[in-house]
T-cell receptor
Framework: AQSVAQPEDQVNVAEGNPLTVKCTYS??????LFWYVQYPNRGLQFLLK??????LVKGSYGFEAEFNKSQTSFHLKKPSALVSDSALYFC??????????????FGSGTRLSIRP | KAGVTQTPRYLIKTRGQQVTLSCSPI?????VSWYQQTPGQGLQFLFE???????NKGNFPGRFSGRQFSNSRSEMNVSTLELGDSALYLC?????????????????FGPGTRLLVL
């Protein structure tokens, strides 16, 4: 079965320290990988995606993610955390089912808390 | 460009009632998807519409239905509401391809409609 796992429900980091939010996936075929962020009472906001090419993807707000095919991971990283990064983060994998449809699976979400 | 808009933002209903939620995609976007977000189940895909046709459907009962209009606006309907339908319902739009590599597209989410069923 195809799945996405975010093994940590919560990640706590001090402001200024590097942060990592983990994501692993299990799919057949070539996945497209996404990270979204959700602030309170808001919808999801796109951060970055991996389609093909360079394994290191840079996105919004200084975030980046590394696609690791052998470890089937797509961890989200930032060199220096800000208090404003505190939010709920979702990893998602998308697959082309056939010519006119795709399937997207979201992870369970990781709550990132940055303390001043 | 204006973002994805959803109306209403908040809704309170009682069991057995029905509800209709509305979503206006980003101008020019032709694909609209709907998701249910709950603390227990996370984000679950409901369905996707493209050019007024349902292209994909998640694993939800037939009480959940939707449609898309010629201007790409979409509505979602839930009939015979149950307590477990209480959730944040999110709509997302994407530019839309008629076929091929659809999974690559980024989805742009609206703020959601928070539905409470009493």
């Amino acid at each position: 079965a195809q799945s996405v796992a975010q093994p940590e429900d919560q990640v706590n980091v001090a402001e200024g320290n590097p942060l990592t939010v983990k994501c692993t996936y299990s799919v057949s075929g070539n996945p497209y990988l996404f990270w979204y962020v959700q602030y309170p009472n808001r919808g999801l906001q796109f951060l970055l995606k991996y389609i093909t090419g360079d394994n290191l993807v840079k996105g919004s707000y200084g975030f980046e993610a590394e696609f690791n095919k052998s470890q089937t991971s797509f961890h989200l990283k930032k060199p220096s955390a800000l208090v404003s990064d505190s939010a709920l983060y979702f990893c998602a994998v998308s697959l082309d089912l056939y010519s006119s449809a795709s399937k997207i699976i979201f992870g369970s979400g990781t709550r990132l808390s940055i303390r001043p | 460009k204006a973002g994805v808009t959803q109306t209403p933002r908040y809704l309170i209903k009682t069991r057995g009632q029905q509800v209709t939620l509305s979503c206006s995609p980003i101008s020019g976007h032709r694909s609209v998807s709907w998701y249910q977000q709950t603390p227990g189940q996370g984000l679950q895909f409901l369905f996707e519409y493209f050019s007024e046709t349902q292209r994909n459907k998640g694993n939800f009962p037939g009480r959940f239905s939707g449609r898309q209009f010629s201007n790409s606006r979409s509505e979602m309907n839930v009939s015979t509401l149950e307590l477990g339908d209480s959730a944040l319902y999110l709509c997302a739009s994407s530019p839309g391809r008629s076929q091929g590599l659809i999974g690559q597209e980024t989805q742009y989410f609206g703020p959601g409609t928070r539905l409470l069923v009493l």
